[in-house]
């Protein structure tokens, strides 16, 4: 299955909780910030709280960032990544 974290949030939130009830069955996770759709930091969600319910769940699989940059250009894509790995990094 394919945890698409972003839709997740605007359709009924607790991702903790999903987490935990889904991971066995995850075989990708997607993410993006509420609102916006923009990389890890720019919204509404906890990611590193979010990366550590992954880990506590045991989830080793994808984690993909399906997001726009929040600022434009080259400089603007490579720091949405940056945060993209801050957020993720234990």
Do not use: K
């Amino acid at each position: 299955m394919n945890l698409d974290l972003y839709h997740a949030q605007i359709g009924e939130g607790n991702l903790i909780e999903l987490i935990r009830r889904s991971a066995p069955y995850v075989g990708e996770v997607q993410v993006a910030d509420v609102p916006g759709r923009c990389e890890p930091g720019t919204g509404e969600v906890a990611w590193p709280a979010v990366a550590r319910a992954l880990a506590e769940a045991g989830y080793d699989g994808v984690v993909a960032l399906e997001a726009f940059a929040s600022r434009p250009g080259t400089a603007g894509s490579d720091a949405a990544l940056a945060a993209f790995r801050d957020a993720f990094s234990l």
